[in-house]
DNA sequence: ATTGGTGCAAATGCTTTGCATAAAG
DNA sequence: CTTTATGCAAAGCATTTGCACCAAT
C-alpha cells in the first residue's frame, strides 16, 4: 500500500474526529485540504485501510456505512432516532465469546456489540415534543 | 394494519425458513405462490412487519439486508467468506447492558450481539485452497 | 364508501468501476 | 520504468416512491 498525499490526509482526518463520519462526510473534510480529491478516492481508501485494520468500518441499520479511526475495542451506540453514533466502554473483563452455547460448527473470529438508543439532543427532542 | 393475502404469504415463508433470507430470495419464495406479487410488496411489508415487531431485520456488513422470522432473543453468526448466517445460542443469564460503563447521555433501549466466522463449508474450502 | 395495499416503472442514493493520466517506489 | 493510485464520469445495485387501480374493512 502506497502512501499517497490523499491516503494521508484521508487517515489523518479520520483519527482526528470522534463523529464516526460517513464517507461523504469525510470527503468533505479532506476537501479543505485536498480541493482536487474525488469522493472514488475516499471510498477506495476507507476499504483499504479498513481491509488492513487500519480503520473500522461501522454498520448497523442505516443505509450509509461510517467510519472509525479507533481501532481499539470498544463498542457502539446508535441513535434510532437520528443516527448519531457514540462510544461506549464496556467492563474489559467480559469474553463474549464464552456465552455461546452452540457455535452451530462455525469457526468464530470476533464479536460485535451494539446498542441502541437515544442521544440527548433526541430525548429532549422527543420530550418537548409529547408537551 | 390490513391482513392481505400478500402480507400473509410473506409472513409465512418467512417464518417457515431458518435461513435468514434477503428481500429478493423471499420474494422468490413468495412468487411461488403468488405469481403476479411485486418486488416493492415485498419491500413493504417486510418494512411494515419489523416496524411493528412482528419480524427482525438483521444489518451487518453486507449490502442486503436479510430478515429473519424469529423474533425470540437470539444471536446470530456471520460468515465472512460466504455471507451465511446462522443463529447463535447465548447463556440467557447475561445482562449485557450492565457491561456498559459510560452510555455517554445515551438512553439505552436494546443491544444487538453478531458474532463473524466461518460456516463448516467454508472452513473446508479454505482447508482444501491451502494444499 | 373509505382507507390502506398492490403492481408497475421510474427514481433515488450510496457505492463501485472503467479508463486515461499521474505519482510512488 | 513498473505498478499502484487518482479523478472523472458512468454504471451498478438494493431499495424506495409516484401513481393509478384494487381489495379489505
Same mark, same amino acid.
Given at each position: 500500500?502506497?502512501?499517497?498525499?490523499?491516503?494521508?490526509?484521508?487517515?489523518?482526518?479520520?483519527? +482526528?474526529?470522534?463523529? *464516526? %463520519?460517513?464517507?461523504?462526510?469525510?470527503?468533505?473534510?479532506?476537501?479543505?485540504?485536498? %480541493?482536487?480529491?474525488?469522493?472514488?478516492?475516499?471510498?477506495?481508501?476507507?476499504?483499504?485501510?479498513?481491509?488492513?485494520?487500519?480503520?473500522? +468500518?461501522?454498520?448497523?441499520?442505516?443505509?450509509?456505512?461510517?467510519?472509525?479511526?479507533?481501532?481499539? %475495542? *470498544?463498542? *457502539?451506540?446508535?441513535?434510532?432516532?437520528?443516527?448519531?453514533?457514540?462510544?461506549?466502554?464496556?467492563?474489559?473483563?467480559?469474553?463474549? +465469546?464464552?456465552?455461546?452455547?452452540?457455535?452451530?460448527?462455525?469457526?468464530?473470529?470476533?464479536?460485535?456489540?451494539?446498542?441502541?438508543?437515544?442521544? %440527548?439532543?433526541?430525548?429532549?427532542?422527543?420530550?418537548? +415534543?409529547?408537551?
Amino acid at each position: 500500500m502506497r502512501i499517497t498525499n490523499q491516503r494521508e490526509i484521508i487517515l489523518e482526518e479520520l483519527k +482526528k474526529t470522534k463523529s *464516526h %463520519p460517513t464517507a461523504d462526510e469525510l470527503f468533505e473534510l479532506v476537501r479543505k485540504r485536498l %480541493p482536487r480529491i474525488s469522493l472514488a478516492t475516499v471510498y477506495r481508501n476507507l476499504e483499504q485501510l479498513s481491509d488492513a485494520g487500519i480503520i473500522n +468500518k461501522i454498520e448497523y441499520g442505516s443505509r450509509q456505512k461510517r467510519f472509525d479511526g479507533d481501532v481499539s %475495542p *470498544h463498542s *457502539h451506540v446508535f441513535c434510532i432516532r437520528c443516527g448519531k453514533i457514540a462510544d461506549i466502554k464496556t467492563a474489559q473483563d467480559i469474553n463474549l +465469546k464464552k456465552i455461546i452455547q452452540d457455535t452451530k460448527g462455525y469457526k468464530i473470529f470476533g464479536e460485535r456489540l451494539q446498542f441502541m438508543g437515544l442521544c %440527548p439532543q433526541c430525548q429532549e427532542e422527543e420530550a418537548n +415534543k409529547n408537551n
